[in-house]
C-alpha cells in the first residue's frame, strides 16, 4: 500500500437552499492531520460524518469556497437525499433506518437549519 493510499483525508460540504445558495459548496477539505481535524470537528457539533472514498476524491478537485460542478449534483443529491431519510427517520428499501457509515448526535430538524454540511457532513475514505 502507498503513503499516499494510507492518507487519510476529508471534504465538508454546506449548503443553504433557502439562503439563496445555487449548489453546495466545498467549505472544508485536507489530507492527515487537517482530514482528522475536519472529522473531530464535524463530530464535536454532531454532524454526521459518511465515508465514501470516491466522492472525497472528487471533491478533492474542487477549490474551497468553491460550488461544486454540475458533474457532481446527482451524487451529491443522493448524499443529501440519503441524510434527509436518516434524519428523518425514514426507513431504506429494506425497511430500516441503516446508519452504519455515520455518527450523529444532530436533533435538530432538517428545515432549522441549512442542510447540515453535506448539510456540512465530512466525507472520508474508509
Given at each position: 500500500?502507498?503513503?499516499?493510499?494510507?492518507?487519510?483525508?476529508?471534504?465538508?460540504?454546506?449548503?443553504?437552499?433557502?439562503?439563496?445558495?445555487?449548489?453546495?459548496?466545498?467549505?472544508?477539505?485536507?489530507?492527515?492531520?487537517?482530514a482528522?481535524?475536519?472529522?473531530?470537528?464535524?463530530?464535536e457539533?454532531?454532524?454526521?460524518?459518511?465515508?465514501?472514498?470516491e466522492?472525497?476524491?472528487?471533491?478533492m478537485?474542487?477549490?474551497?469556497?468553491?460550488?461544486?460542478?454540475?458533474?457532481?449534483?446527482k451524487?451529491?443529491?443522493?448524499?443529501?437525499?440519503?441524510?434527509?431519510?436518516?434524519?428523518?427517520?425514514?426507513?431504506?428499501?429494506?425497511?430500516?433506518a441503516?446508519?452504519?457509515?455515520?455518527?450523529?448526535?444532530?436533533?435538530?430538524?432538517?428545515?432549522?437549519?441549512?442542510?447540515?454540511?453535506?448539510?456540512?457532513?465530512?466525507?472520508?475514505?474508509?
Amino acid at each position: 500500500m502507498s503513503r499516499r493510499e494510507r492518507r487519510t483525508s476529508a471534504a465538508a460540504l454546506a449548503y443553504d437552499a433557502k439562503g439563496g445558495d445555487k449548489a453546495p459548496r466545498v467549505v472544508a477539505k485536507g489530507y492527515g492531520l487537517v482530514a482528522e481535524m475536519i472529522i473531530q470537528r464535524a463530530q464535536e457539533a454532531g454532524l454526521y460524518v459518511h465515508r465514501a472514498p470516491e466522492m472525497v476524491s472528487l471533491l478533492m478537485q474542487v477549490d474551497l469556497d468553491a460550488r461544486i460542478p454540475p458533474e457532481l449534483y446527482k451524487a451529491v443529491a443522493e448524499l443529501l437525499a440519503w441524510l434527509y431519510r436518516l434524519e428523518s427517520g425514514v426507513a431504506d428499501d429494506d425497511g430500516t433506518a441503516e446508519a452504519a457509515t455515520a455518527t450523529s448526535s444532530r436533533a435538530s430538524d432538517p428545515g432549522d437549519s441549512p442542510m447540515p454540511p453535506v448539510t456540512g457532513v465530512p466525507l472520508l475514505p474508509r
